[in-house]
């Protein structure tokens, strides 16, 4: 009981820092991050508008302090110009990160060579970039990418700021391309919540290194919202206490992304496209330094593959089957609650006087909104467990699908047999979104923008699908449905402290955690050949009773003399 | 009909016995708990203790082999199917007519002859097969270094392990019941423990 009001408090307390600090960089609508019943106070505080004064910079050990340099000692009035200035002396910086997945949103899968990346996946969120690059490109590192005609090779157009600076006031509004908005502007509209305009220049002067604001400033809003996407990422983490995340605490190790993220030249290695799933038999762990092409974010290559001590030594036996996290993130969204599913098919509902809805759930989030369709969120929640080995397969606009199945986003490849999958857990995020009911795809629909085809502005599903159909240069029959898709996203952030960790009979019972995961035998799962049971049981109480019935009539003989 | 004692059992048997039964015991109470039969000590904890147990039995049994050929009484377990039939009939008749027993225990053939084959079946058979599907089992991330992967899996040696488990609870049972059809009713029982046993 102790200990859960201890938890309580402290993700009381963790809620509200989180919310003063990450107020001004969110670069979405946050929903008020509800969490347990008992945190009232914190939404709240959340919602109100951070007025508070961002905390003093701490001390840095760097040798550079960039508020004495003269380059960035005056008024800019874009950002485009801020980068400008970096690029005097960081000459190399823009042409390193224009080589990044982070800046093309393109990945060519080398395995399955599907042509991946936020610029042609859709997904069962925000569905696609596609035809709403204003208002999703707020989460690209570039200035100005609203439609097919951005330049990739101008410099300028690099944001260097959105993950160096360290004032907090920098916020990449949705609907401006990717700029701050360079006068203070209501956001979301008709909100009465008012964005200010950041000073360029004391955004400039307090460059340093990452922190984890500012990789989550967008990575903690995936989806479009906080804590909507993954699950394991999300503002929360902008300053966890330690039952959250025993790396990134602050008064412990204080890790920030790039700390295993470990980016060289703004590559930053990681992936979802193609991770590394199975850090174990083949290769040897990753050592910091070493010249390699191994991934240096995977556990193993801090703690290796046997990082159990000798007394433990049963857990390192089970390293070639299970991935660390199943057991060390035993569930997610702990800091807050995530999205779990998401139906665009009922989007669109209007009240006679023709406007949009929005509903809330028993906890104060978002359950309904007439943009997006019907939400529900979870906290706290147990994953989902598969194999995999890193072959991830994805259902593209122009793959057919099965519209009487389930439509599988992405499928995570693996099992128990080939020799390179772990047992993983997963957040599967499900939802219904629209395809092309005759040439059964996937259509990418047309949300957001001013003019007259976008879903936001009139509701309408036909003019949507045609304008984004046609913006993605795609053929659309004209001829709409909603078809039920899964999306599956590996669970590895948020690993919690040791004592939190799963226990044995966590797995090793019947109905435990990993009850849906096929191809092994496990002890105490009920995976018995039921025969030898019922057999050996039976002929064991044969034998019982035989004897008894003996026994009884030696007594019986003996009474008789 | 007169009662005289033979000492039969001497101190090391005795000490090899009693230690042997508890491990036995303990183990098939932990083992079902793994198997997933009942919630006892935790399933930690039950593997925990099986596995000490499995190790301790092994070291006891290393001194029990020793013993036995140092000693020559490997040789009380040689099987014979000599009155083999007359102890079938004792034990299916006799003992409720008072007839006598067929078998007369000395220092050199302790045993009767269903015990020697009993004994012998839980030493060549339920023994080696508890032995090496539970070595296979505690040595299952072992298997791939071993090269024996593509050929054992778990299931199989689980489903051997239990099996032998079975038996055992089975011997275990009839065992325990046949220890009252000595001489008198607590003779057998009085002699594992004292090392002298009554006879006719």
Known sequence: MLSKIKI????????????????????????APAQMPANAAAPAQAAMPAATPVPAIKASNSTADHSKFKELQKTFKSA????????????????????TKHWTFEFINPETKQKLGKKHVINNFCTAVESNQKFCNACHIGYGWENDKFDFTA?????????????????KVPGLSGHPTYKDMEFPPHSGKIVKAPDLSKVAQSVGK???????????????????????????????????????????LNFSCGTCHMTSAHQVPGSRYAPTAADTKDAAPHMRGKADNSNPSTCQSCHGTKPHPAKMAKLNEHTDKIACQTCHIPEYARGQATKMTWDWS?????????????????????AYDSKKGDFTWEDHVIPEYVWFNGKVNYTLRETKLDP????????????????????????????QQPYDSVSNTLLVPHTFGDDDTSFWSNFNWDKSLEA???????????????????????????????????????????????KNVTGIYMPGRGDNNKWLDMGGWTIALLTLIGVLLHGAGRIYANRKG | MSVEKIYVFKLFERFWHWSQASLIIFMLVTGFEVHGSYHLFGFAKAVGYHTIAAWTLIGLWIFAIFWHFTTGEWKQYIPTLEKVEAMIKYYALGMFTHAPHPFRATQLKKHNPLQRLAYLGVMLFI??????????????????????????????????????????????????????????????????????????
């Not at chain 2, 079975?166 to 046949?178: C, G, V």
């Open chain 1, 210 to 252: 990452t922190s984890r604001a500012n990789c989550g400033s967008c990575h903690f809003y995936g989806g479009g919202g906080d804590a909507v996407k993954h699950g394991d990422i999300d503002s929360s983490l902008t300053n966890p206490p330690r039952y959250l995340d025993v790396h990134m605490e602050k008064k412990g």
């Open chain 1, 80 to 99: 485009p110009e801020v980068t400008k200035a970096c690029l005097t002396c960081h000459t190399e910086a823009a042409k390193q990160i224009q080589k």
């Open chain 1, 155 to 171: 410099e300028q157009n690099v944001d260097c700021v959105v993950c160096h600076e360290s004032t907090g006031t920098y916020r």
């Open chain 1, 346 to 366: 009922t989007a669109g509902k209007l009240t006679p006087e023709g406007k949009p809805i929005t509903k809330k759930d028993s906890a104060g989030r978002n």
């Open chain 1, 8 to 31: 309580a408090l402290s993700t009381l307390v963790a809620g509200a820092t989180v919310a003063a600090l990450t107020a001004f960089a969110t670069p979405a609508p946050a929903p």
């Open chain 1, 404 to 431: 009487s199945k389930v439509v599988k986003i992405n499928s995570f490849e693996g099992s128990a047999s080939d020799g390179k999958s772990l047992i993983w857990p997963i957040k599967v995020f499900r939802g």
């Open chain 1, 468 to 514: 984004g159909m046609k913006a993605a240069n795609a053929p659309y029959s004209g001829k709409y449905g909603f078809v039920k898709t899964e999306m599956s996203w590996p669970i590895t952030h948020m690993v919690a402290p040791k004592a939190d960790a799963l226990t044995c009979a966590q797995c090793h019972s019947h109905n435990g955690r990993l």
């Open chain 2, 127 to 200: 023994g080696p097969l508890l032995w090496f599907s539970g070595w296979f089992y505690l040595f299952y991330s072992e298997w791939n270094a071993w090269g024996v992967d593509k050929y054992v899996s778990l299931e199989w040696v689980a489903l051997f392990h239990t099996a032998g488990a079975f038996f055992m609870l089975i011997f275990l049972i009839a065992h325990l019941y046949l220890t009252t059809a000595g001489h008198t009713p607590t003779s057998h029982i009085k002699a594992m423990i004292t090392g002298w046993e009554e006879v006719e």
